[in-house]
């Protein structure tokens, strides 16, 4: 199957400070999307992204599918950004999840 | 919208015991997916739905596991016999025409 790298798979940031996540994977998908793991264990839907750029506030994505790489930026985190990030790239219909990002933000 | 309903939140079972995990995903949504979180293992899917019929079944573990979905809003995944390594976090998921996932909460299962 699909193997998906993610990286770093830990990050510590000062509140303020801005980031760049990054995915790798194996095929060629249909879509991907990022996700963010908040401390309570609920996953949250950041972007379906196939292709391109979008924005959403302070964060943005980018998945150059071509060349078989996303990555999500996170400009002026906050702590409530504090969690773990995962990227899923989809083929036919089923999702992999990557490994994750755990990102801890500082006061 | 409610959002992708699961229940129940929190189970402790003995080993051995019958299992049971539910899901109401989001209305309107064609696909039903469970997926599994541990530590070792990360998130996996181990099964998904589109239309009510199972598609790819292949993520789950043993035949110990079996999941249906008899209309368009319910799912169950059952657990028989279960064993302390089924021991996690199950999740249930739902989309529209196999975009934009929307996950549930959670089911986070103890087998002791």
């Known amino acids: 199957g699909i193997q998906v790298e993610q990286s770093p798979p830990d990050l510590i940031l000062q509140e303020g400070a801005n980031s760049t996540l990054r995915c790798n994977f194996s095929d060629s998908v249909n879509n991907l999307q990022w996700f963010h793991q908040n401390p309570w264990g609920q996953l949250i839907n950041l972007f379906y992204i196939p292709s391109g750029t979008k924005q959403n506030g302070r964060l943005s994505a980018t998945t150059v599918a071509t060349e078989r790489y996303s990555l999500l930026y996170i400009s002026s985190s906050q702590t409530t950004d504090s969690g773990v990030y995962f990227c899923?790239?989809?083929?036919?219909?089923?999702?992999?999840f990557g490994d994750g990002t755990t990102l801890t933000v500082k006061p | 919208d409610a959002g992708v309903i699961q229940s129940p939140r929190h189970e402790v079972t003995e080993m051995g015991q019958e299992v049971t995990l539910r899901c109401k995903p989001i209305?309107?949504?064609?696909?039903l997916f469970w997926y599994r979180q541990t530590m070792m293992r990360g998130l996996e899917l181990l099964i998904y739905?589109?239309?009510?019929?199972?598609?790819?079944d292949s993520g789950m573990p043993e035949d110990r596991f079996s999941a249906k979905m008899p209309n368009a809003s319910f799912s169950t995944l059952k657990i028989q016999p279960s064993e302390p390594r089924d021991s996690a976090v199950y999740f249930c998921a739902s989309s529209l025409g196999g975009n934009t996932i929307y996950f549930g909460e959670g089911s986070w299962l103890t087998v002791v």
């Open positions: 739905f589109n239309n009510n019929v199972p598609i790819d």
């Open positions: 209305s309107g949504h064609d696909y």
């Open positions: 899923a790239p989809t083929i036919a219909g089923k999702s992999t």
